[in-house]
Structure formats: structure tokens, C-alpha cells
């Protein structure tokens, strides 16, 4: 496994799952995208271990977009993958109307799930925010995937609430070039250009294999990223509301950030990369020469996530200011130490 890697960003945490996928040790998979009932019943039963062990349920269901209107999408549940102590995932996939039928459903997810139940035999479990990077896709034709991000759970247009696990993650997959702006300046910064392009927040769901690039690595030239260091830790978030900022840290975070501000000189400028918050009702997008900039999207404004914040000690006045997707507090009197705990919680 190798560490993630950002050229703006000193990264502190590691993220499962690095072989190339033709090395890993498959197990045994009866799957097929022949449906086990008839047509018009839903879910459909894809046995994915001889065993028993592993099953997938497929559910053909309607979501609505403001950008694309009433589509049709397949939905796969895994099952089985919990009693290996890895919550289940999720893959939504647009089918294509006019070329496929409704109970002939792509394979490649089905695929990745045995794929993970064989990782997670091995002790390799994916948790939230937690990404897969690939060297070709190994899932979708047509659409480049280069990077899935493990994300928590998301709201399923018209699938029923008795199929679907309670803990669970919802694959999102990148392509090569919206990874590499992950890789390089955030996870936010992609999932708000992804929520964005189709209006539907945090992140839509569905995967649309034809879709394009909703962010490219040149649309970040300039950005203040490039020549910050920013430290990384899952899971840290970071939100406005009116004209307070806060910082959300999770537990297993708190120590190594509290050793790297104690460590820190009172002028030192501390920076934290940020991901999404769970409870937020909007995003920030930012992009070279957005208008305005940057941009919100979302379903109100009372609680914004940002994708970054910058604490600057000892300034000669007091003042928070956006910058790009992120925000920078400017104090006076703190000192990096006073001030993370004035901010944090």
C-alpha cells in the first residue's frame, strides 16, 4: 500500500486498497447479469460466491436531475461484505436508455464486490472518504476510471428503504482527470464540481458512463494550493455558518493534529486540507476563472462546507476571509495552540 500521494499537501493518513487490480486473488464468482427472476420484479439476486457468502441485490429504479431530468438508473447492493466487518457498498449506474434493456445490467460492479470481499478477507477494508486508485478502469466501458471514493451514505431516488443497509458506502468513481485534482488539491474540490454539473447536492449518486470531465488539473492554475502545504487527516471538516467558522475533528485525528500544533512556533501558519460535512447544506466550487468566485451550490446556505481552512496567528487585525473553496482566519493575539482550540470541536 502506498501513501497518498499531493503535491500540495502534507498528507497524514493512508488510504486501503493499492494493488493493481490484476493481481489481486479473485474469488470464485458465479455473477451475471442475467436477471434471477422475471423482468419486471425488482430487486433481482446475483449470487457472487458459490458459498452463499456473497450476493448482490439490483434494483432498476427513476431519479430525477435539474440538469438532466427523469433518468433510469440500476442500483447495486452488496451483501455479505458486513460479516467481514466492511460496511456494504453501493454502485448506482444511468443506464443508457436506448441501447440497454432494464434487466440487462452492466456486470463490472458486481465484479468490484467479490473483488472487495476478497480484500476484506485479507483484513483490507475501506471505511469513509477512503479511495481506490486504479491504472485502468477496471468496472466501466467508456468512462476513464481512475479513482473511486468511498462516500457515506447518500439519499437513493425511489429505491426502497427495506433493501437497503443501514451502513453502507456509496462508490463514486473519478476519471483520470478529475483524480488527479483530487490527488493534488482536495476531495471537496472535485465533489462540489461533480455536484454541481448536474445541481444535485452533496454529490449525485448515479454514475453516467458518458459523461465529461466536470473538473480538469488546468482549470487549478494559480490556485493558493499549489504553493501552501496543507496537512490532511480523514475525515476533518470545516464549515461556515453566518460569520463563525468551525472545524468538526474526529477523535482518532485529535492527537497527531494536537502534536502538530504544539510543535508549531506562535507564528506558524497551520492549514488543514478539508472534506465534506455531513450535515451541510452547501458546498463551495472553485475553479480559474469562475464567476462568481467562488460559487455555492446546495439546497440552502445556513451551514456551508469548505474544502480548506488557514489559521494565521498573531496578525495585526482580525478577519476571515474566503479564499478559492476554503476560508482564512486571520487572529491577533492567538497563538496556533489558543486558537485550534478556540476553532476546533
Request: with cysteine; charged share 20%; net charge neutral.
Amino acid at each position: 500500500m502506498d501513501k497518498a500521494s499531493n503535491p500540495s499537501s502534507k498528507r497524514r493518513f493512508f488510504l486501503p486498497i493499492r494493488e493493481k487490480i490484476s493481481s489481486i486473488k479473485r474469488q470464485p464468482s458465479t455473477s451475471s447479469s442475467s436477471p434471477s427472476k422475471d423482468e419486471g420484479s425488482w430487486p433481482k439476486t446475483v449470487p457472487l460466491l458459490p458459498d452463499g457468502q456473497m450476493q448482490a441485490l439490483v434494483y432498476h429504479h427513476e431519479i430525477n436531475s435539474m440538469v438532466s431530468g427523469k433518468m433510469y438508473c440500476w442500483t447495486y447492493i452488496s451483501k455479505g461484505l458486513a460479516k467481514l466487518g466492511q460496511k456494504e457498498v453501493i454502485f448506482t449506474v444511468r443506464r443508457r436508455e436506448k441501447t440497454e434493456a432494464a434487466a440487462t445490467f452492466p456486470p463490472g460492479p458486481l465484479e468490484w464486490f467479490s473483488i472487495l470481499y476478497s480484500l476484506a478477507q485479507n483484513g483490507q477494508i475501506v471505511d469513509e472518504f477512503h479511495q481506490t486508485r486504479f491504472e485502468s478502469s477496471p468496472l466501466l466501458d467508456r468512462l476513464d476510471v481512475r479513482l473511486i471514493i468511498y462516500y457515506p451514505p447518500l439519499e437513493l431516488q425511489h429505491v426502497p428503504l427495506s433493501i437497503i443497509p443501514r451502513e453502507r458506502l456509496q462508490a463514486i468513481p473519478l476519471t483520470a482527470s478529475e483524480a488527479q485534482v483530487a490527488q493534488s488539491y482536495g476531495v471537496m474540490r472535485v465533489i462540489s464540481h461533480l455536484g454541481s454539473s448536474e445541481r444535485y447536492f452533496p454529490v449525485m449518486p448515479w454514475i453516467d458512463r458518458d459523461r465529461r470531465d466536470c473538473v480538469a488539473a488546468w482549470q487549478m492554475k494559480g490556485s493558493l494550493r499549489d504553493q501552501l502545504p496543507m496537512l490532511s487527516f480523514l475525515g476533518v471538516s470545516c464549515v461556515k455558518r453566518n460569520t463563525t467558522i468551525s472545524v468538526y475533528i474526529p477523535r482518532n485525528a485529535e492527537p497527531e493534529i494536537a502534536a502538530e500544533v504544539k510543535s508549531s512556533s506562535a507564528t506558524t501558519v497551520l492549514s488543514l486540507d478539508c472534506f465534506p460535512y455531513k450535515h451541510s447544506d452547501s458546498g463551495m466550487v472553485w475553479h480559474q476563472g469562475i464567476t462568481p468566485s467562488p460559487r455555492a451550490y446546495g439546497t440552502g446556505t445556513s451551514c456551508i462546507s469548505l474544502g480548506f481552512i488557514i489559521f494565521c496567528p498573531q496578525q495585526d487585525l482580525d478577519e476571515l476571509r474566503l479564499m478559492e473553496d476554503g476560508v482564512s482566519c486571520k487572529d491577533t493575539n492567538s497563538s496556533p495552540n489558543e486558537a485550534w482550540i478556540g476553532h476546533a470541536s
